[in-house]
């Protein structure tokens, strides 16, 4: 259904812009004739129904083509973290029974190197260079065509995408999405937000992430609307190099300018360098209707601090990689909601349940459950998770939210991030928020810690502002004025930084 979706979708807007990407503009009639070829050369490698290929991409028009190529192919599309090093590359390729991977000449070395350790038979396609022992992208983009690939009246409904869990509470889960979830996902939230062909997608979020995915690229490319890709930082040579996102910053309110942008999807730590241009730096956000975050909590400094700076409210968006997107605040004027996530998606339902899987009543807290055609069946080789966090079509989130009395969705934390101990459940997100009131510290992350005899300790990791001395006794101190003893931290440790995803979200089991 997905890719019919998109087929339906060049027929009607065969000449409008799909995509720009720093100079290059690609039609919708154009990004059809490279994924129609590059299916076309794929399926000459060999590439048949069920196989698995993985995009080591950053994010470029080429992951596009791929996406959809493959998708023709009713083949499975493995998309992966650019920056995985080669133990994480060689993990997923292995699990997922890859036979092809599509990257650049960057990240050819790190690739090669993960294949070598592992008793596997797999193609290389690189997309910007022409490298002995490879195959090059725009090589397999072959210049006739046949009906051979083109498979726009089937309805295929086995796997089409592997994703990984983040793997920021333990080891990364294989998540299958069909075709139909996709199609479902696309379509739930295009009829949520309102996406038309009139709408411009800034994609300054990662392809691979669920985020950038759905909320851009199927978001983009199943409406008419274009997607605008935010284009690398090229060394001399042209390898693109990564850089700290403030140096970025002129560039995406250059291109919220010059091309219109509507859309703008984000996490905070991007809406948050964005608030904080300089006073002296001019921009024009006026084609902006949408800013959404995802991926990680929003916190009301940084909701206020771009608020004040661009007149534009970000509002909060909830989804996983099981299902993608599921709720959104739309509120007209959410300064007084801007906490929520909002009311679920079109064709969405949510519920929030307590440890008897029963609804609990407006107000209270438990867990959030989602039910949803774009939701995955479950997680790959996990037959005792799935039997806890799928039941009845639904999943189990592991979140804890509360609605309010219109119905509106706030999350409230992590069920998995309770602390044991001393029979006591503690949570470490309200920890947390209290450690974040020292004046000396800029970040704090709390999780538990296996205890020498029985349940947990907690274990406070913290990072002082900037020239900020400080010291455990200090924020034992503190503790000791604005917590229960129970909850007060055991262990403390002062890092530089706290580890996180490229989405921003924290890696506590880097922490434990």
Same mark, same amino acid.
């Given at each position: ?108 070395? %790190? ?158 730590? %991007? ?219 055991? %262990? ?21």
């Amino acid at each position: 259904m997905l890719f019919q979706l998109f087929q339906k979708t060049v027929e009607k807007f065969p000449k409008k812009t799909a995509i720009v990407y720093d100079k290059l503009k690609i039609s919708y009639q154009e990004l059809d004739t490279n994924v129609e070829r590059l299916s076309q050369g794929l399926s000459n490698l060999g590439i048949t129904k069920g196989n698995c290929i993985a995009v080591v991409l950053p994010n470029c028009p080429e992951f596009v083509f791929s996406f959809y190529a493959i998708g023709q192919l009713n083949a499975i599309i493995l998309p992966l973290n650019h920056l995985f090093k080669e133990e994480e590359l060689s993990y997923c390729i292995a699990d997922s029974q890859v036979k092809a991977i599509i990257t650049d000449y960057k990240r050819l070395e %790190i690739c090669t190197q993960a294949i070598a350790k592992l008793n596997q038979e797999i193609e290389i396609i690189v997309v910007d260079r022409v490298v002995s022992g490879t195959h090059f992208f725009y090589d397999l983009v072959t210049k006739e065509t046949t009906s051979v690939t083109r498979q726009s009246n089937e309805v295929f409904r086995g796997n089409f995408l592997y994703q990984y869990s983040s793997g920021s509470t333990g080891k990364p889960k294989r998540i299958c999405r069909t075709q139909d979830n996709l199609y479902h996902e696309a379509k739930n939230f295009a009829q949520t937000t309102q996406i038309s062909a009139n709408d411009k997608i800034l994609c300054a979020v990662p392809l691979y992430h669920s985020h950038g995915l759905g909320n851009c690229l199927l978001a983009a490319t199943c409406n008419g609307a274009t997607l605008v890709i935010l284009e690398p930082v090229l060394q001399k040579d042209g390898t693109p190099v990564e850089v700290p996102f403030v140096f970025r910053r002129p560039r995406i309110l250059e291109l919220i300018k010059t091309e219109k942008i509507t859309i703008f999807p984000g996490v905070p730590y %991007i809406f948050n360098t964005m608030a904080e241009t300089p006073a002296d730096q001019s921009f024009d956000l006026s084609s902006l209707r949408l800013c959404f975050s995802a991926g990680n909590f929003l916190s009301e400094e940084i909701f206020d601090k771009f608020l004040a700076r661009f007149n534009q409210p970000i509002r909060q968006l909830y989804g996983c990689t099981e299902a993608g997107a599921v709720a959104i605040n739309s509120d007209i004027y959410p300064l007084q909601t801007w906490t929520s996530v909002g009311f679920p998606l079109m064709n969405v339902e949510i519920k929030i349940i307590d440890e008897s899987e029963n609804e609990l009543p407006d107000g209270m807290i438990g867990e959030i459950m989602i039910k949803s055609l774009s939701l995955t069946s479950g997680y790959v080789n996990q037959p005792e998770l799935n039997q806890q966090s799928f039941k009845d079509s639904c999943f189990l989130t592991g979140d804890l939210g509360k609605k309010d009395h219109t119905g509106r969705l706030y999350v409230t934390g992590r069920k998995k991030l309770l602390i044991d101990t001393g029979g006591r459940k503690v949570d470490s997100l309200e920890i947390e928020e209290i450690l974040m009131k020292h004046p000396k510290i800029q970040e704090a992350v709390v999780v538990g810690v296996k205890g020498e005899y029985a349940g947990e300790l907690i274990k406070a990791v913290l990072v002082k502002k900037p020239q900020e001395t400080c010291d455990n006794s200090e924020i034992i101190s503190f503790c000791k004025t604005q917590m229960a003893e129970f909850k007060i931290p055991k %262990i403390l440790e002062f890092r530089s930084e706290i580890p996180k995803s490229p989405l921003g979200k924290i890696l506590r089991k880097e922490l434990v």
